[in-house]
Protein backbone atom coordinates (compact mmCIF):
# COMPACT_ATOMS: atom_id res chain seq x y z
CA UNK A 1 0.00 0.00 0.00
CA UNK A 2 1.10 3.64 -0.92
CA UNK A 3 0.61 6.61 0.74
CA UNK A 4 1.24 10.00 -0.51
CA UNK A 5 3.19 12.37 1.26
CA UNK A 6 1.02 14.84 3.02
CA UNK A 7 2.96 18.34 1.87
CA UNK A 8 1.48 20.78 3.98
CA UNK A 9 3.73 19.06 6.88
CA UNK A 10 7.17 19.51 5.28
CA UNK A 11 9.68 21.12 7.29
CA UNK A 12 9.60 24.42 4.92
CA UNK A 13 6.33 25.44 6.17
CA UNK A 14 6.61 24.35 9.53
CA UNK A 15 4.37 27.28 11.20
CA UNK A 16 5.73 27.68 15.23
CA UNK A 17 3.37 29.41 18.07
CA UNK A 18 6.41 31.21 19.09
CA UNK A 19 9.78 30.71 17.01
CA UNK A 20 12.17 31.58 19.23
CA UNK A 21 11.26 28.24 21.17
CA UNK A 22 12.82 26.62 17.88
CA UNK A 23 15.61 23.99 18.78
CA UNK A 24 17.38 25.73 16.04
CA UNK A 25 16.97 29.11 17.72
CA UNK A 26 18.51 27.78 21.53
CA UNK A 27 21.30 25.46 20.04
CA UNK A 28 24.54 27.05 20.85
CA UNK A 29 27.33 27.81 18.15
CA UNK A 30 30.64 26.18 19.77
CA UNK A 31 34.61 25.64 19.21
CA UNK A 32 34.98 22.00 18.40
CA UNK A 33 38.70 20.31 19.07
CA UNK A 34 38.74 17.68 16.28
CA UNK A 35 41.87 16.18 14.98
CA UNK A 36 44.70 18.30 16.50
CA UNK A 37 42.78 21.67 15.97
CA UNK A 38 39.60 23.64 16.57
CA UNK A 39 36.49 24.44 14.13
CA UNK A 40 33.99 27.30 14.93
CA UNK A 41 30.29 25.58 14.65
CA UNK A 42 28.05 28.13 13.74
CA UNK A 43 24.65 26.41 14.03
CA UNK A 44 21.67 28.38 12.23
CA UNK A 45 19.81 24.75 11.32
CA UNK A 46 16.38 24.67 12.56
CA UNK A 47 15.19 27.83 11.55
CA UNK A 48 13.05 26.91 8.72
CA UNK A 49 11.10 30.30 7.26
CA UNK A 50 12.77 32.54 10.40
CA UNK A 51 15.05 34.47 8.51
CA UNK A 52 15.32 37.28 11.03
CA UNK A 53 15.95 35.30 13.57
CA UNK A 54 19.20 33.22 11.85
CA UNK A 55 20.51 36.66 10.97
CA UNK A 56 19.66 37.76 14.37
CA UNK A 57 21.20 34.52 15.74
CA UNK A 58 24.57 35.38 13.41
CA UNK A 59 24.80 38.81 14.43
CA UNK A 60 25.25 37.73 17.92
CA UNK A 61 27.83 35.37 17.55
CA UNK A 62 29.70 36.75 14.82
CA UNK A 63 31.68 38.62 17.28
CA UNK A 64 32.54 35.43 19.20
CA UNK A 65 34.20 34.00 15.90
CA UNK A 66 35.74 36.93 14.77
CA UNK A 67 38.21 37.26 17.49
CA UNK A 68 42.18 37.09 16.84
CA UNK A 69 42.05 34.26 19.57
CA UNK A 70 38.97 32.13 17.29
CA UNK A 71 39.39 29.67 15.16
CA UNK A 72 40.53 30.10 11.49
CA UNK A 73 38.38 27.09 10.36
CA UNK A 74 34.60 27.67 10.69
CA UNK A 75 31.41 25.36 9.66
CA UNK A 76 27.80 26.99 8.79
CA UNK A 77 25.24 24.66 9.22
CA UNK A 78 22.18 25.21 7.70
CA UNK A 79 19.97 22.26 7.37
CA UNK A 80 16.56 22.71 7.90
CA UNK A 81 16.52 26.78 7.27
CA UNK A 82 15.52 28.52 4.08
CA UNK A 83 19.03 30.71 2.71
CA UNK A 84 17.54 33.81 1.69
CA UNK A 85 19.54 36.43 -0.15
CA UNK A 86 19.73 38.65 3.28
CA UNK A 87 20.86 35.85 5.03
CA UNK A 88 23.79 35.40 2.05
CA UNK A 89 24.44 38.85 2.71
CA UNK A 90 24.92 38.55 6.52
CA UNK A 91 27.30 35.42 6.08
CA UNK A 92 29.11 37.05 3.75
CA UNK A 93 29.99 40.47 5.77
CA UNK A 94 30.51 38.29 8.74
CA UNK A 95 33.30 36.30 6.89
CA UNK A 96 34.93 39.19 4.81
CA UNK A 97 34.68 42.03 7.42
CA UNK A 98 38.54 43.44 7.95
CA UNK A 99 40.42 42.00 10.98
CA UNK A 100 39.71 38.30 11.14
CA UNK A 101 41.55 35.96 8.18
CA UNK A 102 39.62 32.53 7.98
CA UNK A 103 41.63 29.55 6.26
CA UNK A 104 38.50 27.34 5.67
CA UNK A 105 35.24 27.64 5.45
CA UNK A 106 32.70 24.72 5.00
CA UNK A 107 28.87 25.39 4.62
CA UNK A 108 26.42 22.16 5.90
CA UNK A 109 23.17 21.73 4.07
CA UNK A 110 22.68 24.55 1.73
CA UNK A 111 20.50 24.09 -1.68
CA UNK A 112 22.62 24.26 -4.58
CA UNK A 113 21.50 27.81 -5.41
CA UNK A 114 22.19 28.82 -2.26
CA UNK A 115 25.87 27.32 -2.93
CA UNK A 116 26.39 29.35 -6.31
CA UNK A 117 25.36 32.32 -4.32
CA UNK A 118 27.71 32.34 -1.85
CA UNK A 119 30.88 31.16 -3.63
CA UNK A 120 30.12 33.93 -5.69
CA UNK A 121 30.14 36.25 -2.97
CA UNK A 122 32.95 34.53 -1.10
CA UNK A 123 35.50 33.59 -4.09
CA UNK A 124 38.95 35.17 -3.78
CA UNK A 125 38.70 36.27 -0.62
CA UNK A 126 41.96 34.46 0.61
CA UNK A 127 40.02 30.99 2.33
CA UNK A 128 39.63 28.47 0.69
CA UNK A 129 35.35 26.98 0.31
CA UNK A 130 33.39 23.74 0.17
CA UNK A 131 29.87 23.19 0.49
CA UNK A 132 28.64 19.57 1.97
CA UNK A 133 25.68 17.17 3.20
CA UNK A 134 26.94 16.38 6.24
CA UNK A 135 28.89 17.27 9.18
CA UNK A 136 31.53 14.73 9.09
CA UNK A 137 32.88 15.33 5.83
CA UNK A 138 33.11 19.07 6.88
CA UNK A 139 34.75 18.47 9.44
CA UNK A 140 37.71 16.18 8.15
CA UNK A 141 38.29 18.71 5.04
CA UNK A 142 38.34 21.84 7.50
CA UNK A 143 40.90 19.92 9.27
CA UNK A 144 42.59 17.84 6.08
CA UNK A 145 42.34 14.60 8.55
Excluded at 15 to 38: M, T, Y
Excluded at 79 to 88: G, P, Q, R, Y
Excluded at 112 to 125: F, P
Aim: one cysteine or more; glycine letters at 8%.
Amino acid sequence: MFFKKDKSKSNSECIVKNPNELPGVKKKSFILPFAGGEIWFEHLDGIYQYTQLAIEKLRTDTPIFRRPSAPGYITFVLTETIITDELISEIADALIKPGKQFMRVAFVGADRLSNKKLNRLLYGHGFAIRFFGGIEPAKEWLLDV
